[in-house]
């Protein structure tokens, strides 16, 4: 059974539209996130959501919108996409921990490339 | 802020060679601390972690960390690398609010 899922897995699009990245898990988890991998591997959040409410959200251009409909679902949506976007993008959850940091378990990513 | 540094960004070893990966921390308090595995194409696996008790850690394939708080390390290290063991190595430090913060990592290869 796939623990945290991603659709889809690739993604190639042209610059200025909108796409959408959808990410499920069924871990029972109460906290799920989004991570952007660059092209040199450095791996950076972006979002984090706990039951529905954001928890975390670094500086990321407000062109990008999570949204989590129930505890289990975590969906990211990019508006006018630039080049700058071209990444792999990560989605993770984690069980709950009190408020301290536990493990993070990730999905298989999505690599999305903007020409 | 916290912060993790991996100073080797590629390290190449033999088969059947010992194997350690180099991490330095910047945290405040007492630090989460993690090893994460990436195999090409793949997402993160957890290899170890370390939050409290005893500082040496055991992961899995064979994998284990020590935690040294004067140093502010947490290296990684197995005695005998596999041909399989080769994908890039992640080290990451956490705290309180779930924020993970990863270090650049490092690209391990594999000499058959």
């Known amino acids: 059974d796939t623990a945290v899922s991603q659709t889809p897995k690739y993604l190639v699009t042209q610059m200025g539209n909108d796409k959408s990245i959808k990410c499920e898990q069924n871990?029972?988890?109460?906290?799920m996130y989004w991570y952007k991998q660059d092209s040199k591997k450095f791996l950076k959040i972006m979002f984090s959501?706990?039951?529905?409410?954001?928890?975390i959200n670094e500086t990321v251009p407000n062109r990008f919108s999570p949204k989590s409909p129930d505890k289990a679902h975590l969906n990211l949506h990019i508006n006018s996409l630039e080049l700058g976007d071209s990444a792999v993008y990560f989605c993770?959850?984690?069980?709950?921990?009190?408020?301290?940091?536990?493990?993070?378990?990730f999905g298989p990513g999505t690599r999305l490339t903007v020409l | 802020a916290q912060s993790v540094t991996q100073p080797d960004i590629h390290i190449t070893v033999s088969e059947g060679a010992s194997l350690e990966l180099r991490c330095n921390y910047s945290?405040?308090?007492?630090?989460?601390l993690f090893w994460y595995v990436q195999s090409p194409g793949q997402g993160l696996q957890l290899l170890l972690k370390?939050?409290?008790?005893?500082?040496l850690v055991q992961g899995i394939k064979g994998f284990e960390a020590e935690f040294k708080r004067s140093q502010s390390s947490f290296n990684l290290r197995k005695p005998s690398v596999h041909w399989s063991d080769a994908a890039e190595y992640f080290c990451?430090?956490?705290?309180?609010?779930?924020?993970?913060?990863f270090g650049t990592g490092t690209q391990l290869k594999v000499e058959l």
């Open positions: 993770a959850s984690s069980p709950p921990s009190g408020g301290r940091t536990d493990t993070q378990y």
């Open positions: 871990l029972g988890h109460d906290t």
């Open positions: 959501y706990n039951n529905k409410e954001l928890i």
């Open positions: 945290y405040g308090a007492t630090p989460y």
């Open positions: 370390y939050f409290s008790g005893d500082t």
């Open positions: 990451a430090v956490g705290g309180g609010g779930n924020k993970l913060t």
